[in-house]
């Protein structure tokens, strides 16, 4: 059977390539010589059609009495019929192709012309949006928040904030990657807008102040005692952790227990939102379009890279925005994946947090050029399917690296004298009694799954970690940015294509396949009536 299998396949070999190569040229993505993806499938189908004239004409000449018969038979009104239809389909093809791609009407046409911008942005730069690493961006309420974390990031961008003004998608890439941020087309974008401006500092609080510690040129997360841990290593776990927590692949070592104490996360709340259904409906639609962009634009390669979900500390902070911030972000990621058949890394960011004034002492304390290097909150192996024991766990860790950062601070020499230790401590209390339940109602209501679920919306998505970020508007109020775009983009390629693209790809397969074998079955009809008309006829 095999034998067989494989001689079929052999026979079928120069069919196949033949045959491949029109999807060859309608399959990719980038304009080749300058011609859309409609003009290219015109194009092949004047091709196609104009050769079987020409073969017809040819084989009519071939005869004894060729170019009698060719001088009648051009004289025929079928011939100028066949001529014309060569000339009139490929017009149709090229103008139903494009209807169909793009759309009559669009449905959001403000998307549709920040899109259009950013693809013009990225081919002035010579950036193909096909072949570079795509990451969406949810959670930043405004163009100021964009215009800080990109700063922040330090990233020599290529292309940045386009289109100007206050637009539904903003775009950022440079040479590794592409960004896209969501402002006015996702839930969580729309349910920041309530919190203010991030980032703001209030009267009175401290800024960061230069480096006092020069440091090497390191990378890795920032690790209690001094030392710098890459996000591959596994971590050690919390004495009171609970059993879950040895499941946890993580970047942190912890230097001091951090239990699971304290209050108790609330969970969100099924009242009133600050979102109406008629927005939140609005925001899933538009983030539905931008995904359908994406797929369209990006095919036959993955529509996306990674997706970061920025949460605003004001947001958490803010108690009637913080129990809606779950269900907006499950709402996102979920119709993230349904649209793009994909399971691809969630890296989450707690920015803004150059608001709280201890937080800018211990960047101090730490030395800016560290900070503005590293991470600093908790890595998730992306493949540890983030279940609600785990993120429970996780959450834990990841605010435990204030407890680490500030004891270990205490115990440096003449660490209990600093002026600024209030401060570090007013930062740990409101991390124990505030942001540590919040955070983890977040965690655990937003990007966790039950493993009892069979639903497709409930499959686990790939949880990458919890990151605590500096996003302020000048540099001094800046830190621990850089490095999470870092990890994102190292994560690239850990992606997974959901079972229904699975099938889908398969039945087009099948379909591709089932078309080679009529096409291979009507050129040999073909071949066999040329042979016999100009042998025995």
């Not at 079928?12 to 290219?40: D, E, N, Y």
């Not at 996003?471 to 983009?489: H, S």
Request: glycine share 8%.
């Amino acid at each position: 059977m095999s034998f067989i299998s494989q001689f079929i396949a052999f026979l079928m070999t120069p069919f196949r390539w033949l045959l491949s190569l029109p999807m060859w040229i309608v399959s990719t993505p980038r304009r080749v010589m300058g011609l859309s993806l409609p003009a290219r499938a015109a194009l092949f189908v004047a091709i196609v059609l104009l050769g079987l004239v020409l073969t017809v004409v040819i084989s009519v000449a071939l005869n004894p009495d060729g170019l009698a018969e060719l001088g009648a038979y051009v004289m025929r009104p079928l011939f100028y019929l066949a001529l014309g239809l060569s000339i009139v389909i490929p017009i149709i093809v090229f103008f139903w192709l494009r209807l169909w791609l793009e759309g009559d009407v669009s449905r959001f046409p403000d998307i549709d012309e920040a899109w259009n911008e950013g693809l013009a942005a990225l081919q002035e730069q010579s950036l193909d949006i096909g072949s570079a690493p795509l990451f969406l961006v949810l959670g930043l309420p405004d163009e100021k928040t964009c215009k800080s974390l990109f700063a922040a990031s330090g990233m020599d961008l290529m292309v940045r904030d386009v289109p100007q003004g206050r637009p539904p998608l903003r775009w950022y890439a440079d040479e590794n990657a592409v960004y896209l941020v969501c402002l006015d087309s996702a839930r969580l974008s729309k349910l920041h807008t309530f919190g203010g401006n991030v980032g703001r500092p209030s009267p009175g609080q401290s800024e960061i102040r230069s480096t006092m510690q020069p440091s090497g040129d390191v990378r890795g997360t920032m690790v209690a005692g001094g030392s710098i841990r890459d996000s591959a290593a596994p971590a050690a776990d919390y004495d009171d952790a609970p059993d879950a927590g040895a499941m946890i692949r993580g970047t942190l070592i912890p230097g001091a227990a951090a239990g699971g104490g304290g209050a108790s996360a609330p969970a969100p709340s099924s009242g009133s939102s600050m979102l109406s259904r008629q927005d939140a409906e609005n925001q899933t639609e538009r983030l539905e379009y931008v995904c359908e962009l994406l797929s369209r634009a990006r095919t036959p390669v993955c529509p996306l890279n990674g997706v970061l979900v920025a949460v605003p500390l004001r947001s958490v902070q803010s108690v009637m925005i913080a129990k809606d911030i779950p269900g907006a972000a499950r709402s996102d990621l979920d119709t993230i994946r349904n649209v793009t058949k994909l399971r691809a890394p969630v890296t989450v960011m707690v920015a803004g947090m150059e608001a709280e004034s201890g937080f800018c002492e211990l960047v101090r304390r730490v030395g800016t050029t560290k900070a503005k290097a590293n991470r600093f909150g908790k890595g998730f192996n992306v493949w540890n399917p983030p279940t609600e024991e785990n993120m429970d766990a996780f959450s834990s860790h990841a605010c435990g690296a204030f407890e680490d950062w500030v004891y270990s601070l205490f115990r440096e020499r003449e660490g209990l004298s600093k002026p600024g230790n209030a401060k570090l401590y007013t930062l740990l209390c409101k991390i124990r009694s505030q942001l540590r339940a919040r955070l983890r109602s977040v965690l655990l209501h937003g990007f966790s799954f039950s493993h009892g679920d069979k639903k497709k919306e409930d499959i686990p998505l790939l949880f990458n970690g919890c990151y605590f970020t500096a996003t302020g508007d000048t540099p001094d109020r800046q830190a621990f940015v850089k490095n999470v775009f870092e990890k994102m983009i190292d994560l690239e390629e850990e992606l997974e294509w959901m079972p229904e693209a699975i099938r889908e790809d398969d039945r087009y397969h099948q379909l591709a396949q089932i078309g080679m074998f009529i096409d291979a079955v009507l050129v040999l009809g073909i071949v066999g009536m040329l042979v016999w008309k100009l042998f025995y006829a």
